[in-house]
């Protein structure tokens, strides 16, 4: 048996005495401590409450969801990036201060608490609505839980509700297309801080991110011809039947074609020149009909 | 005090010392180890390591079969313990295995993409599981996303695949219930791929974002009041270490994974091409098996079922089971179904 690494993130005692105290907090509100019949309607309020700020919490390892805003600035949550609130000019240096990006920085930082405080809101919709629905889900008004299989009973009611809120409205295009947006606001500061950087490491006469990456695609294609001329036969040893094999073929055309050098000096060219060739455009052969192949028999 | 009052608090008196407990278990637990059937090294490239993993019985199946596992998750999933391993029940029912592992990406292989991983990593230990076998073509089992590199495989090199298997494989990536999907619709793959190699713990963020009070809260309280023994407690820290433990990923494959497949659904819309040629899963006439989980969160069921209707083979065999995602590898239920329709269906087509 073997154990390999683990994720920065596996604590599972820590997360187990979190959820406690969540349940804990939780039963209290239900008014499990005090063993009174509880006015479950007056509950809406604290629930949502709790609720929105455990999913703020929550989607701490979500870099751009700024849940970090109020309580870890600089590096989020030990993965090694940048918060909204590290971004900004670099501290040192001739370039840091007076860069021409900086104006694009601080309108990308405004930008992403523009989206967290629009993010933050479908967090309290969520909560107001989980609120809600338990409270309907619940009826008639029982009396506290008494025991912890009854505590556990309004538990799963409660995530079920809270769920199906969450659910309802994470579904939806305006919340998919504002984690985008956060996701590529985010982004675009890293990389406009990169660029920063690269302004900064090229005045001291270093290596820059892109010219390291320009020798990291040259090598990777020196790989590849190596690993495929490794894979070749001999010539004498090539017949007629070995190259009847339409794989081994299609890859020495492969190899042959898309492999030649001048490809190679224009990818480092590109990769210098720290542009990102466009997404290809989608072909209409795309649009094939799913129906043109249903019905087909099947053994 | 009321007797009511007086009840909720030695219950909940109770509920503290059992969680006392159950910290200290889990603290005991921290260390379980994983993966449990011997395998031993056989082929390298780059971080992707190849596997086989030793017999515990005689062969009973001619062809060997080869796992390719997700690139976002660790493989050792599949054997996490001697009463939850796939790849155990298989090599009971004599199959030949050999795993793909693909290791931790560092920085340096931030511009390895989807077509070295399908062409040189895959294809790679395809090609050496062949020449170990007398050069005939192999079985494949591809797993979640490495289902997705298994079917371009499996179009792109017709002969080196004598039958397909497909567990939890997203094919159309547009459907309604996919949520991951619509998240990233409108990523900048561009500019995400410009920041370098995405940390596994981000990826591990967005999963659980996808039903959170579910994932990140729910089965602990659950452990709160199921007064678990040691052995409940060390299965619930393998499956905790197993979902943590996720490797980072190279920001050329994941862009491109992401833009071609959530973003642009080439593999439906028939419009992908990998090493200069069209991979298109028409083209793909080997036996195929399709197993999918029917709760699936991450990969829904629609998303794996419509791979019956775009493939090329008469022979497609779609079977869904009832679990979810990761259940889909280690629940009792899908590991008293999934190993033997996999040997079963294998053994018909041997």
């Known amino acids: ?50 609720f929105e700020r455990w999913l703020q919490m929550s989607q701490g390892a979500v870099p751009w969801s700024g849940a970090a805003a109020g309580g870890t600035p600089g590096s989020l949550f030990g993965l090694g990036m940048p918060g909204a609130a590290a971004f900004g000019p670099l501290p040192v240096g001739p370039a840091a201060v007076q860069g021409a990006e900086m104006p694009r920085t601080f309108e990308l930082l405004g930008r992403l608490g523009q989206l967290q405080g629009e993010l933050a809101k479908h967090w ?34 409660w995530v079920s509700c809270a ?58 294609e020196l790989r590849r011809q190596l690993a ?34 001048a490809g190679m000096r224009s990818a480092v060219k590109r990769g210098a020149a720290g542009k990102r060739s466009a997404a290809p455009k989608r072909s209409t052969a795309g649009k094939r009909s799913a129906r043109t192949r249903a019905g087909r028999p099947r053994r | 005090m009321t007797a009511a009052a007086a009840a909720s608090g030695a219950a909940l008196a109770d509920l503290t010392l059992q969680i006392g407990e159950t910290l200290t278990r889990l603290q005991a637990a921290r260390e379980v180890s994983v993966g449990c059937s011997p395998k031993e090294r056989v082929w390298s490239y780059g971080k992707t390591t190849l596997y086989r993993y030793l017999p515990l019985t005689v062969k009973r199946n001619s062809l060997p079969l080869l796992i390719c596992f997700a690139l976002v998750n660790r493989p050792y999933v599949l054997d996490l313990q001697p009463d939850r ?60 996303q490495g289902g997705v590199l298994s079917l371009c495989y499996t179009a792109l090199h017709q002969d080196a695949v ?17 949520l991951l999907s619509k998240w990233v619709r409108e990523m900048d793959t561009a500019l995400i791929e410009r920041c370098g190699n995405v940390p596994g713990e981000l990826l591990n963020g967005l999963f659980l974002s996808l039903m959170p009070l579910r994932l ?57 091409s990998i090493a200069g040629r069209r991979a298109r899963l028409g083209e793909i006439r080997q036996p195929l098996l399709n197993l999918y989980a029917l709760e699936d969160h ?32 280690v629940s009792r239920a899908s590991g008293a179904q999934v190993p033997d329709r996999i040997a079963s269906w294998l053994a018909e087509r041997s």
Request: glycine share 6%.
């Open chain 1, 124 to 157: 309290s919709e969520i909560a107001a609505t989980a609120a809600q629905r338990f409270i309907a889900k619940l009826g008639t008004a029982p009396t506290a839980p008494a025991s912890p299989q009854q505590a556990l009973k309004l538990y799963e009611l």
């Open chain 2, 162 to 178: 004598a039958n397909l298997v497909t567990l939890t494989t997203p094919v159309d990536f547009h459907t309604p219930e996919n």
């Open chain 1, 163 to 220: 769920e199906e809120a969450y659910a309802h409205t994470v579904h939806r295009q305006d919340f998919a297309r504002l984690q985008a947006e956060l996701a590529n606001t985010w982004a675009a500061l890293i990389a406009e801080q990169r660029q920063q950087a690269e302004t900064l490491v090229r005045s001291f006469g270093l290596p820059t991110r892109t010219e390291v990456d320009a020798l990291y695609t040259q090598l990777k």
């Open chain 2, 85 to 144: 391993s796939l790849v155990r029940r298989l090599l009971e029912a004599g199959l030949d295995i050999y795993l793909i592992d693909w290791g931790d990406p560092e920085d340096a292989d931030r511009h390895t993409d989807l077509e070295d991983y399908i062409e040189e990593h895959l294809g790679g230990s395809v090609r050496y599981v062949r020449t170990q076998c007398g050069g005939g073509p192999v079985n494949l089992l591809g797993v979640c």
């Open chain 2, 216 to 272: 990140a809260q729910q089965k602990y309280v659950r452990l709160l009041t199921s007064r678990p023994d040691r052995r409940a407690i060390e299965d619930f820290v393998r499956m905790e270490k197993w979902i943590f433990d996720s490797p980072p990923q190279n920001a050329a494959a994941l862009a491109q994974f992401v833009r071609w497949f959530y973003q642009e659904n080439r593999l439906v819309r028939d419009t992908l």
């Open chain 1, 228 to 261: 495929e001329l490794g894979r070749e036969p001999p010539a004498s040893q090539v017949s007629a039947t070995d190259m009847g094999s339409r794989d081994a073929e299609q890859e020495r055309q492969h190899a042959a074609g898309k492999r030649s050098a």
């Open chain 1, 1 to 50: 048996m073997h154990t390999p690494g683990t994720g920065t993130s596996f604590k599972p005692e820590e997360a187990y005495a979190a959820a406690a105290e969540r349940f804990f907090e939780l039963m209290k509100t239900f008014g499990m401590t005090a063993g009174m019949t509880t006015d479950w309607k007056a509950l809406a309020a604290p629930l949502a409450a709790q």
């Open chain 2, 298 to 329: 991450i990969v829904p069921a629609s998303a794996s079922l419509a791979l019956g209707e775009y493939i090329g083979s008469r022979d497609y065999t779609g079977c869904g089971i009832a679990t979810g995602h990761i259940g889909m590898y």
